[in-house]
């Protein structure tokens, strides 16, 4: 080892320059790992909690986009189905969507009787949960209550009051009781209330002409439908069919059609990853080829040497193999160190609260560190069996 | 100890059209202990007799036996196991290798030869460097060494794995005078003291009239072959001019 990087140190600025062709590839597939990672662990929770029910909303042609609670017991009979739940959302920060960094945060009802069926499970980690008549009581995921500051005890208006929020805009102030433990995916970014606060703000979203006619305590706008526990996703699918088939004035929603768009969107975060592999694959790969190269012609005489003294044509191989792989682990390191200071520097400043970009993961540290290893290896492999089959008696004639 | 035996040894290879013969029917024998010199002209091929003595070459021809082990039926790891074991080697230009200490440098040999280094490869390599008197360089780098002491340094290397026989080609060719004489003083005590077999490639006379037996070469073949007790060293026959590189 140590002669080695004596050998990389008598050529400093060449060795720098190959190393410095690694750190740029691995220090982009660090990064885009990181950000892979962290939509796949997204991506997954969003395919374990759509893939374990149905979602049921208002047929597209219909006006308000509000279900009949009434319509949950004709779901209930429905041939497969365990449970129905009413499900009410309102974002926390009117206006905002989806987001680069993950779902937007929202406003969730919470039923107790429910999670008994959720997947993935929510737990508390501080204070309580919702009581069974919670008013004006909120449990904030983790990355919220971080956003904004609240403790257990503390006080929150919810909805958010944007900046340039009409003055018909309301919002109530709720009590923190409750931290969700945090799961790395959408919860961190919700709140759960109640679900007859959820209906009050449920109410204030929607145009007073609409409001005014409405009683909020009988519609949602949609239902969730959970089979057996232990239902696989076309036994679901099937659930799905038969509801539409059998329930008017409801569309249920496959969730094959949704596990499969988060497949999609995972693929697609796959690709990328991969591409920049690939960039890495090249930019790295050909300067440890040239490094390896040029280490081989000058040292044809140290080969002819070592060959004289006993070694085979696989000592040789493997030593500049090892030094090849070197090369790569020394680029590899400082890649991936600089890639993970730069994704725990924008995880912990520029994004404070909204979901983490970036997850650095054992799983990818391996990944990351074992490819620049096989990188610097596999770049190495035509100069070292050049070097192996040198003849001792030209290499040790050879003037360098 | 080393008993070599030539036998027919030859080496042919094209240049272009031409065929050059650059051993031609060598048979020798090479006793345990000898100190042994090959001279001749620049293309005598006393260097390719080197090469296929030491197992770098394979001949055209003929038979290296070493020890009874006919070699040139050997595969290639075979012949290089056998060189770790039995062979060491001394070169003009010394060869050591600049990333490597001086204990490091003579310690190589002990990498490839399949042995345990350790504790003992340690000890020999430190006893070694005391005989050769390089035992306050241990951690110098061979470009922090004048050519002398290199040669020393790959002197001790070639030791190191308790050879039988040593292979010199032009060991004083980069180094002056006086220093030739401690290099070949010196391989010329070890070769009495652990009865080494010493065989040598040089162009200088003087240092051939230093060892028991001159063997001279001409046109790939063996001219002369003199021992110290068949006449005085100082000539031994051969004519002037002829061993001029």
Redesign the interface.
Known sequence: MF?IL??LS?RKLRSILTISGIVIGIFALTTMGALSERFNQQLNAGVAFYGSNVQVAAPDQQRTGLLPISKMDEIKAVDGVEAVFPTYSVLVNPGTSFSFGGPPETIFNRIPEESAYRRPQITIGQGTDLSADANGEVVLGTTLAKEYKKAIGDSIDLPIKPNDAGPDFVNHTFTVVGILNPTGTAPDSYAYISTADAQMLLGDSLPPAIRQTLDLTQVAPGFTVYGRSDATLDELDQIAVRINAEVAGVKAIKPSVSVNGYKQFASLFTVITTAIGILALVVGGLSVVNTMVMAVSERI??I????????????VLREFLAEAAVIGLIGGLIGYGLGAALTLFINAGSFAGSLQLFLLTPKLTVLVIGFAVALGAFAGVLPAIRAARLD??TA?RTTN | MANIELIDLTKHYRQGKNLVRALDGVSLQIQSGEFVSFVGRSGSGKTTLL?MV?L??RPTRGKVVVDGTETTRLG??QR??L???RI??I?Q?Y?L????NVL?NVM??L???RRSGGKDGKRRAMQLLEIVGLSDRVRSRPSELSGGQQQRVAIA?ALI?RPALVLADEPTGAVDTQTAQEVIGLMRRINREEGVTFALVTHDLDLAAQTDRLIRLKDGKVVSDQSRVDQPMTLMGVPAGEVAI
Request: glycine fraction near 10%; charge should be positive; avoid cysteine.
């Open positions: 002669e004596r050998n008598r005489r140290e002819g040497l070592k060959k004289a003294v006993g070694a085979r044509t696989t000592d001792p008696v040790l | 090469d030491g770098l070459l290639d790891g290089a196991d060189r770790s074991r060491g080697f070169f230009e060869n290798l600049p990333a490597l490091e190589l040999p990498r490839y030869a290397r794995n």
